[in-house]
């Protein structure tokens, strides 16, 4: 393994400077006949000097995928490599957490690279993005899901009268939205579903979706955490100044602003950077921006396997994820081993977080908080 994180990927960028460094996709791997998809064509058309190599499925491409040694590569390949496939299977999962479902992927991957991510861990760590071309099936399948669930029966954390849909479980829509039309078409699809709305976390601000006609058909959830931690483990994002300057912009334009407070990371004064957080929050944003605010707290989990590759190639993020004095094992549901602050301890902190929420940012209700 090689310790090749550039500064300049660290240090934080400007938006103009951090789009232009995020994609520059020089090849895209695609599935045969991805051409009769509008969608595929026009991918296709937008990077029209990248290099096109067929394959025969976007999930498997020799050479792409379990490249875990060299950062310096896997942030290449986020950069210039895009894949392009069809989307097989089509379904809606239950989630019961920040979304009453979880929507049919119409993209996976992502261009930045969070230390803490979990994505990589399922996919192979070069992990860029992958655009599903089938757009219409996916809306298709979407618009028929929601009329059959009928009226929300009742309020619940996700929503207290729409069924809500994540439609970026295995990327981050904002970025995706660089690449093709196909976070638009979700958009312009929630915009007019009466029962349902879309939504999606993101941790890069995306000025093109102010374009956008949501009419409230589609919650955008910023992550945010202190500068200076954000500095250090959400590598290739934008600030979190830009994000909080986007927040206003966006309620403004039509969509309903969630903060996902995701991982909080707890390290000797974590209290007081949150604190001076929530403050920039509150003072960079106007009462309506206010008014409509909620929250989503989740405090870390990290995982052995993805530690030893983070050593090496940004080690001085491990010291703030990896802190074994601080953390205890525990098993996921999908059968994994991670980790996570140990109790008592960690209701302790979620509850002094939340206090700390109920003092600076009083109308920003809670959704959960773990
Ligand atoms: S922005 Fe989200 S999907 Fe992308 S690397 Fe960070 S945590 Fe992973």
Known sequence: MTATLPEHEIRGLRPVE?????????????????????????????????ERIEVASHQAIPGLYGNEGNVGDWVRIKRETLVLG??????????????????????????????????????????????????????????????????????NQCDPVDWVYDIGENSDCSVDAMVSDNVRDLVDLF????????????????????????????????SLMPQETSRLVDIRTSKAADRIAALDDFVEAGFEVHLNFSPVIVYE?????????????????????KRQLAAEIIFLTHNEGLHEVNLGWHPKAEELLWRPDLQQLKRSESGQWNVRYKSPWKGRWVQELTDLLAVKLPTCRVRYAF
Request: charged share 30%; glycine share 8%; with cysteine.
């Open 18 to 50: 951090l789009a232009d460094r995020l994609l520059d996709i020089k090849r895209i791997y695609h599935e045969p006949g991805i051409q009769r998809f509008d969608r595929g064509r026009a991918v296709l058309d937008r990077f029209s000097d990248a």
């Open 86 to 155: 069809e989307k097989k299977s089509l379904s809606a999962r239950r989630n019961e957490r920040s979304s009453d479902w979880i929507a049919p992927s119409t993209a996976n991957g992502c261009a930045m690279a969070c230390s803490y991510c979990y994505v990589p861990r399922r996919k192979g760590y070069a992990n860029p993005i992958t655009v599903f071309a089938n757009i219409d099936k996916i809306a298709g399948y979407l618009e028929r899901h929601a009329a059959r669930q009928g009226v929300k029966p009742g309020p």
């Open 191 to 222: 915009a007019r579903i009466p029962n349902a709305k879309a939504s999606f976390a993101t941790k890069f601000v995306n000025r093109d979706l102010l374009g956008y006609d949501p009419r409230g058909g589609t919650r955008v959830r910023f």
């Open 269 to 289: 004064g974590w209290q007081n950077d949150w604190a001076k957080l929530l403050e920039q929050v509150a003072d960079g944003t106007n009462e309506r921006t």
